[in-house]
């Protein structure tokens, strides 16, 4: 089935360490991002990337890397596990809202619930 | 930068009334999008409505609708005939359609459905 594929979907670490959330669409979406969301915050954007080999940084970027080698994976790392990075993380693609004609809404992933220790 | 605000953290309707969820945001443009999604418990994100500024006509989904009123910067949803799977939370989501496009959402709103 089309749509965003997240991987895990649960997650624990230990402070410090490391990991990689994966993120994959099969739509041909030229937009991806990564959002957080924690109770009474809503979705808080990390990073996004409007194309392949193009990203930038969100509402709340700090501790965390993307790369955009392609245009279907737009992985996010965190660096070194925090408990402050204990979340549900979304990822999210979409075409421009001027290419996409009608279908300018975002396709959301699963989400991944991670827990920091 | 654009902001979008739900003022009601949660909400609570009878099975088979009407229920409004409020909505506003912030903006200097003339042109862009906006969305409601659900989130119900198993988490996923569901686009439920959407509507472009330029559109004077307010959407409708089924028992869903939008209340649109541009000029108040304010896009309130509408479910009639509520229903016990429409519990969740429901989020308010501006998409600027210049620069990042990135949406921006509300803090969300908790809707109970009582039966």
């Known amino acids: 089935n089309a749509g965003v594929t997240q991987t895990p979907k649960f997650q624990v670490l230990k402070t410090g360490q490391s990991m990689t959330l994966q993120c994959a669409q099969d739509m041909n979406h030229e937009y991806m991002s990564w959002y957080r969301q924690d109770p009474g915050m809503g979705l808080r954007l990390i990073h996004y990337s409007v194309g392949a080999g193009i990203t930038d940084q969100g509402e709340v970027p700090n501790g965390y890397n993307v790369s955009r080698s392609t245009t279907e994976d737009f992985p996010l790392r965190l660096l070194s596990a925090a408990p402050s990075q204990t979340s549900v993380y979304f990822c999210a693609s979409s075409y421009f809202s001027g290419r996409g004609g009608s279908n300018y809404g975002y396709t959301f992933g699963s989400g991944t619930r991670l827990t920091v220790v | ?109 908790k809707l109970t459905v009582n039966p």
């Open chain 2, 1 to 109: 930068a654009q902001t979008v605000t739900q003022s009601q953290p949660e909400m609570s309707v009878q099975e088979a009334e009407t229920v409004t969820l409020s909505c506003t945001y912030d903006t200097s443009e003339s042109d862009y999008y906006l969305f409601w999604y659900k989130q119900p418990p198993s988490r996923q994100m569901i686009l439920v409505i959407r509507q472009e500024a330029y559109k004077q006509q307010n959407a409708t989904e089924n028992r869903f609708s939008v209340n649109f009123q541009k000029a108040a910067k304010s896009f309130s949803l509408k479910i009639s005939d509520s229903q016990l799977g429409d519990a969740a939370m429901y989020f308010c989501a501006y998409r600027s359609p210049t620069g990042s496009e990135k949406l921006v959402f509300g803090k969300g709103t």
